[in-house]
């Protein structure tokens, strides 16, 4: 089975633009997360999708938004790009057939995409 | 979400057991416990996760207090490519939302 994949891997973007950043969670998952890391915050959680719906948001501003499309696939974007935007991106995808159980399941992260802002 | 509390670092003799250990004092009863690692730049790797039982997998094992109030991850025999940030992080099953910690940077020696 392919793992998460995450492109593009690398992006160098300016201050003030916007940059979409795609992810294709393993085949037959329908949960996304979204992470940020940096060194000083470490990894950070933004958003997670299921069912095209988003299930739960981290403590970010308006300008990360995201969306999941019905074949699970996922983007996330960032407008307005400040300097400590400048971040590695990663998602991860789950199978939570166990959701509504409680049950504990795992998620594979993807290598990320490392976006620098100029 | 518990808090989570590990060790800054560690050292660890290739071929001997790691140990790491976690703090989770404030886990509540239907929280799961995980365990990841991360090496140098690419994305976390799941390890093993529990909630009140012992967990054994190929890649570890997970000891639980019976107060599930402290964990130990056990890497049998460390070897030079189990170098990496450790994270114990402790989640409610029903979400996809992980918060992690410091972690945890196990080196292992030669």
């Known amino acids: 089975k392919a793992g998460v994949t995450q492109t593009p891997r690398y992006l160098i973007k300016t201050r003030g633009q916007q940059v979409t950043l795609s992810c294709s969670p393993i085949s037959g998952h329908r949960s996304v997360s979204w992470y940020q890391q940096t060194p000083g915050q470490g990894l950070q959680f933004l958003f997670e999708?299921?069912?095209?719906?988003?299930?739960n948001k981290g403590n970010f501003p308006g300008r990360f938004s995201g969306r999941q499309f019905s074949n699970s696939r996922s983007e996330m974007n960032v407008s307005t790009l400040e300097l400590g935007d400048s971040a590695l991106y990663l998602c991860a995808s789950s199978f939570p057939e166990a959701y509504s159980a409680g049950g504990g399941y795992e998620q594979f992260f993807g290598p990320g995409t490392r976006l620098t802002v100029l | 979400d518990a808090k989570t509390t590990q060790p800054t670092s560690m050292d660890c003799a290739e071929g001997r057991a790691a140990n790491l250990p976690c703090n989770h004092s404030t886990i509540s009863g239907n929280e799961y416990v995980y365990w990841y690692r991360q090496i140098h730049s690419q994305g976390p790797q799941y390890i093993i996760h529990g909630l009140k039982n012992n967990e054994t997998n190929e890649m570890a094992s997970l000891i639980i207090t019976e107060d599930r109030k402290s964990s130990t991850l056990i890497l049998p025999h460390a070897t030079l490519r189990d170098t990496a940030v450790y994270y114990c992080i402790v989640r409610y099953g029903n979400t996809g939302k992980l918060i992690f910690g410091q972690g945890t940077t196990l080196q292992v020696k030669p």
């Open positions: 999708y299921f069912s095209e719906t988003q299930r």
